[in-house]
């Protein structure tokens, strides 16, 4: 079985989803998967991290990123995963 190398949770809260996270799940979905890193990462929805005055919301182990959008999530994912 494979091992698990990052989780990443990604704010599904309506104030995050509303304001971008929507459009980053698909990002990030992609990402993995022209990656081949679907089988490393685990990529989960929550609940509101009750952080939403600096959403949208994207942890990545125990990192939080703040303010998360379409500009940069790539660069994010990039200096997360990119040694994986
Ligand atoms: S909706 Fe994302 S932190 Fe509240």
Known sequence: MALVRKEIRICMGSSCFSRGNRHTLQLVQKYLKDHHLERDVVLKGS??????????????????????NRDHIIEILEEELGDL
Do not use: A, T
């Not at 509101?48 to 703040?66: A, H, M, T, W």
């Open 47 to 68: 609940h509101c991290f009750d952080q939403c005055s600096n959403g949208p919301i994207l942890k990545i182990d125990s990192r939080v990123y703040e303010n998360v």
